[in-house]
T-cell receptor, first 114, second 115 residues
């Protein structure tokens, strides 16, 4: 079965520091890849998506992610963390088509220290 | 900006009671999904509709859960009877037909607490 692994259930950074959240997928076929953010008691908001165009994808709020087929990875980065970035982040994959489902990782909770 | 609407936002119920959640997808979106998200986990698909038809309900506990989308627009998810283990966030999402990569737009969710 296809799966998504997010390394680190909890990541803590200082304000202004680099944010790196890791995501690896298990598939021989490159999927479509997504990062979502979830604030407490809210739904999921799309940060960015990889749809087989450019491998470096820029999203909202200064986040970006790079698709690396050789490493089956799609890590999320932001050069400088803000307090408002504290949230839970989910990596998800889809194999496309009208019946394609999103398969989510277990999430990484990001804390930002002042 | 169009959004997925869900109600109620919060629901507290006692075990063995019936509960229902409502979702109104973005106008024109043919595909609608219900997910369950247990605290500390990623969302897991319960049921997927395309228009009024169920596409995938393989993970829906059919002995107690039911879902419908009668006119192919809004949808209701029901649990009867609720159990303690049903406490979770229930998320609804929608996507337009014809997108290759299946981008989904999520509503704010319904937080269910079963006492």
């Amino acid at each position: 079965a296809q799966s998504v692994t997010q390394l680190g259930s909890h990541v803590s950074v200082s304000e202004g520091a680099l944010v790196l959240l890791r995501c690896n997928y298990s598939s021989s076929v490159p999927p479509y890849l997504f990062w979502y953010v979830q604030y407490p008691n809210q739904g999921l908001q799309l940060l960015l998506k990889y749809t087989s165009a450019a491998t470096l994808v820029k999203g909202i709020n200064g986040f970006e992610a790079e698709f690396k087929k050789s490493e089956t990875s799609f890590h999320l980065t932001k050069p400088s963390a803000h307090m408002s970035d504290a949230a839970e982040y989910f990596c998800a994959v889809s194999y496309g088509g009208s019946q394609g489902n999103l398969i989510f990782g277990k999430g990484t909770k990001l804390s930002v220290k002042p | 900006e169009a959004e997925v609407a869900q109600s109620p936002r919060y629901k507290i119920t006692e075990k063995s009671q019936a509960v229902a959640f409502w979702c109104d997808p973005i106008s024109g979106h043919a595909t609608l999904y219900w997910y369950r998200q247990i605290l500390g986990q990623g969302p897991e698909l319960l049921v997927q509709f395309q228009d009024e038809s169920v596409v995938d309900d393989s993970q829906l506990p059919k002995d107690r859960f039911s879902a419908e989308r009668l006119k192919g627009v809004d949808s209701t998810l029901k649990i009867q009877p609720a159990e303690l283990g049903d406490s979770a966030m229930y998320l609804c999402a929608s996507s337009p037909l014809g997108t290759t990569y299946n981008e989904q737009f999520f509503g704010p969710g319904t937080r269910l607490t079963v006492l």
